[in-house]
């Protein structure tokens, strides 16, 4: 893929289901046609991870505001503690507190600002970016779901049943579904992409094409 002129603005939201393809199906977008990336998920795991780190009992306003200003991109980045099981499940937590989210939006409006970008998560599409060029949502079936989250486990070698991880993303998808605050949503104009019974290479050409017939939409032939 040629890169993109400089001057074309151009936005894509991500939503979806856990274990849904989203991720992957983001970070293939970005690396093919030159997107930068941001992934809503580290900004809770981040908070989430200073607020345990810092043996926060309670939740300071003062303090939360201290630490999501001080967020960067680089702080985001690979830090394995940020997918610990203790960490995820309270970022999970903390990401149905209406003043959380909003402190993380500000971080997500700012990034934003970039001319060729993708924001993935699950309240984009409806919160976050309401007039992106392109909103894809991700879903896929709940036993391959949990098939492909236990191969990931397996490989960092956690000892857990697929029963287990499918109750464990179920859980998941329902909180985000039923939250009071930003709910994961199917929003008008969307496209689905069931990944179900896409491999990767399947749906990463599926993606390309749904990119370029978008960017060809809005700027014709580049």
């Given at each position: 893929m040629k890169k993109l002129k400089q001057n074309?603005?151009?936005s894509i939201a991500?939503?979806?289901?856990?274990?849904?393809g989203k991720t992957t199906a983001s970070k293939f977008i970005a690396r093919h046609f030159g997107f930068k990336l941001l992934t809503s998920g580290k900004l809770y795991r981040y908070l989430a991870f200073r607020i345990i780190k810092d043996n926060k009992k309670k939740l300071n306003k003062t303090y939360l505001k201290k630490v999501a200003k001080n967020i960067t991109f680089k702080k985001l980045q690979n830090n394995k503690m940020m997918y610990?099981?203790?960490?995820?499940s309270y970022a999970s937590s903390i990401a149905k507190i209406k003043f959380i989210r909003n402190l993380l939006n500000k971080f997500q409006k700012k990034f934003s600002k970039n001319k060729k970008f993708i924001i993935e998560g699950r309240d984009i599409g409806s919160k976050i970016l309401p007039n992106a060029d392109l909103k894809l949502f991700f879903k896929c079936s709940p036993i391959e779901k949990a098939k492909r989250r236990l191969i990931e486990y397996n490989k960092e070698k956690r000892k857990i049943t697929l029963k287990e991880v499918k109750k464990s993303l179920k859980k998941r998808d329902y909180s985000d579904k039923n939250r009071r605050e930003s709910p994961l949503i199917f929003v008008k104009g969307a496209i689905l992409v069931d990944t179900t019974k896409l491999t990767i290479k399947q749906m990463e050409a599926k993606l390309k094409k749904i990119v370029q017939e978008a960017l060809k939409k809005k700027y014709g032939n580049l």
């Open positions: 074309i603005y151009f991500i939503d979806g289901d856990s274990a849904s610990s099981d203790h960490v995820t």
